[in-house]
């Protein structure tokens, strides 16, 4: 089904991104900026090509996970490099981590910085600025439906097999241009079938990558931890996606 898409007012000014409504009102457009932002907002900053990287890199992820039985928000490019079409989803206010290896907050609380998990470890946190993102439990998911918009737990059991095999596809797509997955984060929202998708974006801002040869990370710890050229970590991870496509 080809459509023209054409890109109407702001909706939505996020921390990375800006979402825009279409001449389509099941489509948006998702448009990832040069915006970076640490700690809750404590620090910031502009990277500049930043939001087209991430937007190649986060796009080229969506049609690799779609073709491998994900199902994603992802519908086609946008008015510009750094923006995509993607259906308008009631997004479920989770942050659902996964994490291959132990690294970040995970570590922080348990130690065993580097631990490689036997399979991917699923952990949530509830979206929410005013009670400051809090990690959250099964339980409570399922017991706070009116907060969380998971209605049952075959809801919650999707969520996790689709991140847990987007953690298992995503490793193996990194692994093969030489980088080392360690931990990501992903959104669900729900399109106006009542279908949970995948949404938001997967970008070097909401993953950890490693270059397994040398060591050196290409993710948004380089902004977190001051360690070194944000764009140019980046750029890395979208020429080596770019390399392999050919
Ligand atoms: N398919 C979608 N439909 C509706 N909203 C979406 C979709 N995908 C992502 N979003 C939302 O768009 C916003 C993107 O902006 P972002 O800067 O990432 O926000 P945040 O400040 O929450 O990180 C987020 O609120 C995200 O939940
Ligand atoms: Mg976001």
Not at 158 to 164: E, F, G, N, P, Q
Request: hydrophobic residues 35%; contains cysteine; glycine residues 8%.
């Amino acid at each position: 089904m080809e459509r023209d898409f054409i890109r109407q007012g702001l909706i939505h000014s996020g921390k990375a991104n800006n979402v825009y409504a279409t001449n389509y009102p099941d489509y948006l457009e998702l448009e990832s900026s040069d915006r970076i932002l640490a700690g809750n907002g404590a620090k910031r900053d502009i990277i500049l090509g930043k939001g087209v990287l991430n937007n190649k890199i986060s796009s080229t992820i969506f049609k690799y996970l779609e073709e491998n039985g994900i199902p994603t928000h992802f519908v086609c490019e946008g008015s510009n490099e750094a923006s995509k079409i993607v259906r308008a989803a009631q997004m479920i206010p989770l942050e659902v981590i996964c994490r291959l290896y132990a690294a970040g907050s995970f570590s922080k609380r348990y130690g065993l910085e580097g631990k490689k998990f036997s399979e991917p470890l699923i952990e949530y946190t509830y979206k929410s600025d005013l009670y400051g993102d809090p990690i959250i439990d099964r339980k409570t998911i399922l017991a706070i439906p009116e907060k969380t918009l998971i209605k049952n737990e075959r809801e919650l059991n999707l969520i996790d097999y689709y991140t847990a095999r987007t953690g298992l596809l995503l490793s193996k797509f990194y692994y093969e241009l030489g980088i080392k997955l360690v931990d990501f984060k992903v959104e669900y929202g729900r399109i106006s079938s009542d279908q949970i998708v995948l949404c938001d974006e997967i970008s070097p801002d909401t993953c950890r990558l490693i270059d397994i040869e040398t060591g050196e990370i290409l993710d948004k710890d380089l902004f977190r931890k001051d360690l070194g050229d944000v764009g140019k970590g980046y750029s890395k991870v979208l020429r080596r996606i770019t390399k392999k496509e050919k």
